[in-house]
């Protein structure tokens, strides 16, 4: 038996058509070093002509530059042809500083009115907290959403990194469409209590992290190092020891990805396509080479011989370093 993958699906009972995969914009910003700003706009209009629509962003990546980058590179598209998510709440302070979340609804409203200029669009398709803020109940953040639909400026609701009883508390006040949440090979947490939960409220998961950051690729060797600026500098699955354990995985997956002639990151990104229709794996690429090695995972179909294979190859106890470092893990209502 092999799975075969829809290539378009709604997200969750409420949400958005889109796209199997879509593109997560995060690292044109700088968040995994410099980025070349002609070269992210030639990989958004590769992924809109491979037929991917929704993109992803938020207002704090690059404090504003990933909306307006976008922005610039949606101007000629028909608007119904993106799906625009986009995060907000992270506060930025000058020289890219991070200082908390704020999701009060006056911030929010405030929020929204900026991003809807960076991005030139009269209203953005999913609007999500990117974090719980532990001085707002849920119930305001998401009410005050719900009132911008009203009005026109967005479509649906998103959430992202946050647990069982918010997303129930949310989805009381007003339908969600997804969840946006890391979810890899090696980072299977939300398969306990999260993913059922989503499934029994029909709300859809945006993986995000699918490729681990680069890790589950042929790209990182041991002994890299990264920018300081870039997260992995200071992710623990990226230092010394740790980095050296999963690359052990990587191999193992690079033997099953070789018999297949495919990548790491090709059977990475097709596992993540198996483990439902109601995922849609979110992969960061700001290269058209990167983006369209991700777009040919949706040709990939596995055998269940080969998802075990895939499965036993990385062991989730054999994987070393949690997927943020402490004072960010504290920050995850999903971690709870
Ligand atoms: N809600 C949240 O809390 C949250 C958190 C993080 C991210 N996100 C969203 O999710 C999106 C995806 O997450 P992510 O970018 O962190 O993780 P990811 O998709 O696991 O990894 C992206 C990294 O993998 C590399 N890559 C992509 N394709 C590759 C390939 N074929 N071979 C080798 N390396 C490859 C990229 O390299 P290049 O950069 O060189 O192309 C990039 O460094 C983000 O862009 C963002 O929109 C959401």
Not at 25 to 32: E, I, K, L, N
Not at 83 to 100: D, E, M, Y
Not at 254 to 281: H, K, N, Y
Request: aromatic fraction near 6%; proline fraction near 4%; hydrophobic fraction near 40%.
């Amino acid at each position: 038996m092999t799975t075969k993958t829809s290539k378009e699906v709604r997200l969750g009972a409420t949400g958005p058509t889109v796209r199997r995969i879509g593109l997560g914009a995060m690292g044109m910003s700088g968040m995994y070093g410099a980025a070349d700003d002609a070269e992210s706009t030639a990989t958004i209009h590769a992924a809109l002509d491979s037929g991917v629509n929704l993109i992803d962003t938020g207002d704090f990546y690059g404090a504003g530059h990933n909306e307006m980058l976008i922005g610039r590179a949606i101007t000629e598209r028909p608007r119904e042809d993106v799906v625009l998510s986009v995060k907000f709440g992270a506060l930025r302070g000058p020289g890219g500083t991070w200082g908390g979340v704020d999701n009060r609804p006056e911030a929010l409203r405030n929020f929204l009115g900026y991003s809807l200029q960076r991005l030139g669009v009269d209203y953005v398709d999913i609007y999500r907290p990117a974090r719980l803020d532990p001085n707002v109940p849920i119930e305001d953040t998401v009410g005050a959403i719900a009132e911008l639909i009203e009005a026109g400026y967005v479509r649906h609701i998103g959430l992202s990194e946050v647990g069982v009883e918010t997303i129930r508390r949310a989805a009381a006040v007003h339908p969600i469409s997804d969840l946006q949440i890391e979810y890899s090979l090696i980072s299977r947490g939300i398969e306990a209590e999260i993913l059922p939960v989503c499934r029994e409220l029909g709300i859809g998961i945006t993986a995000y992290g699918v490729l681990s950051r680069g890790l589950l690729s042929d790209s990182i060797r041991p002994g890299t190092t990264f920018e300081a600026n870039d997260f992995r500098a200071h992710s623990p699955r990226f230092q010394g020891e740790n980095l050296d354990r999963n690359l052990e995985l990587v191999r193992a997956l690079g033997e099953i990805a070789s018999r297949r002639d495919v990548s790491v990151a090709q059977l990475a990104i097709a596992w993540a396509l198996t483990r439902g229709d109601d995922i849609v794996p979110v992969i960061g690429a700001r290269k058209r080479t990167r983006w369209s090695e991700t777009a040919s995972a949706l040709d990939i179909s596995l055998t269940a011989g080969e998802l075990s294979a895939i499965e036993s190859a990385v062991p989730a106890e054999r994987v070393a370093g949690e997927r943020y470092a402490t004072a960010q893990m504290a920050m995850l209502d999903s971690e709870r």
